[in-house]
């Protein structure tokens, strides 16, 4: 059973920067993230899934045009590690962010094997 754990979280005010991780564990092979897709998305309280970002087996990437810009998406194949590093956040960024593991290499919105527990993060004006 893979584990994904995200961390980072925290609250800042607009225009400030986190940083999350999302840690993957429990695969036979230990490079996880470099063979499957991982997706960063979030929910706010009273509002839909947001796919965020994602990035497939090479290295491509696909962002949400709410966070294109302004949110990279990355991964350490070594530490097994995704990353999703937010820039010049805003109030509307406020919600509980999750990372998770596509069912193949590629990219498929909103198709995901596994998901992690979630970071708060909060955003103030």
């Known amino acids: 059973q893979v584990q994904l754990v995200e961390s980072g979280g925290g609250s800042v005010q607009a225009g400030g920067s986190l940083r999350l991780s999302c840690a993957a564990s429990g695969y036979t092979y230990s490079n996880y993230v470099n063979i499957y897709a991982m997706v960063w998305f979030r929910q706010a309280p009273g509002k839909g899934r947001e796919e965020l970002a994602c990035?497939?087996?090479?290295?491509?990437?696909n962002y949400a045009d709410s966070v294109k810009g302004r949110f990279t998406i990355s991964k350490d194949n070594a530490k097994n590690t995704l990353y999703l590093q937010m820039n010049n956040l805003k109030p509307e960024d406020t919600a509980m962010y999750y990372c998770a593991s596509g069912r193949d290499s590629w990219c498929s919105p909103y198709e995901y094997m596994y998901w992690g527990q979630g970071t708060q993060v909060t955003v103030s004006s």
């Open positions: 990035i497939d087996r090479v290295g491509g990437t």
